[in-house]
């Protein structure tokens, strides 16, 4: 049954739970698990979360396939072995163009997860802090939770092991973390040295050299993951904004589920 957990991708309906409805404060907070792989399949290899933080204002298709996509590359590419992936959408405080309240972002996750993904959840915990939070920050918070709170994944013997957590952006986010003044360097460090980060490249970009020129980054070469998107897909929550502003058709952008709550709530019209 866990084995089935992560191959059966396919359109599902999942059960309401007690971890599939948004949690409206700190106090009602609940660490969401129900998804991830509690036993590990083969002892041999690294537990690994995927986490991916961001706005999704609104979430895409693109941000669903970069986790799909990840998870591939993880199967034929590495010794590691994913127990779950998670969206963590930024808070009110983040202040950013065409960012909506928190509570519909989080609940538009949890709605294209829910439909689309055996394996993928959200974890509102960012979103529900009264100021951005850092990136650094976030992963230790599901460091915590996953290996201090859980301690770990189980082996098939019995015996407990460390999850190693890795931060999952598109090579335009790290662009951003080389260029832009707004990410400390201490930050840099703890995020490529002490969790790592996987990367899916767009098509014709190359961002290796980005990489080995960086004096923080080229130092963490070895925790950077590199997986090339093969399909192109410039679908962004920016053009998504637009297309519902200017009355035009979103289908096939998103899960059919997003669809329904932004018409339902009326978001995006200016």
């Known amino acids: 049954m866990e084995k089935q957990h992560l191959q059966n991708r396919g359109t599902i309906d999942v059960l309401n739970s007690k971890n599939d409805i948004y949690c409206s404060s700190k106090d009602t907070y609940i660490f969401c698990d129900e998804k991830l792989n509690h036993i590990m399949q083969d002892d041999t290899k690294i537990p690994l979360v995927l986490v991916s933080c961001g706005s999704f204002s609104p979430i895409t298709y693109l941000h669903l396939r970069m986790f799909e996509i990840a998870l591939d590359f993880v199967r034929e590419e590495t010794d590691m072995e994913v127990l779950g992936g998670y969206y963590s959408p930024v808070a009110d405080g ?27 959840m959200v974890d509102p915990w960012e979103a529900l802090q009264e100021q951005h939070t850092r990136t650094a920050v976030v992963l230790d918070h599901f460091n915590y939770e996953i290996n201090e709170v859980r301690g770990g994944v189980l082996t098939k013997k019995g015996e407990k092991k460390q999850v190693k957590i890795m931060l999952l952006v598109g090579s335009d986010m790290l662009q951003s973390m080389v260029t832009l003044s707004v990410w400390k360097e201490e930050d840099l460090h703890h995020i490529f040295g002490h969790y790592g980060c996987f990367v899916i490249e767009r098509m014709g970009f190359d961002i290796s050299n980005e990489i080995s020129t960086h004096a923080i980054l080229s130092m963490y070469k070895n925790n950077i993951i590199l997986a090339k998107q093969w399909i192109y897909n410039d679908i962004s929550s ?3 904004r637009f297309c519902i502003q200017n009355g035009l058709s979103t289908k096939y952008l998103l899960p059919d589920p997003v669809i329904e709550y932004i018409c339902k709530n009326k978001l995006y019209l200016t």
């Open 94 to 120: 983040y202040k950013k163009v065409g960012l909506i309240a928190s509570h519909h972002r989080v609940r538009m996750c949890e709605l294209a997860c829910k439909k689309t993904s055996t394996w993928l």
């Open 238 to 240: 920016t053009k998504i």
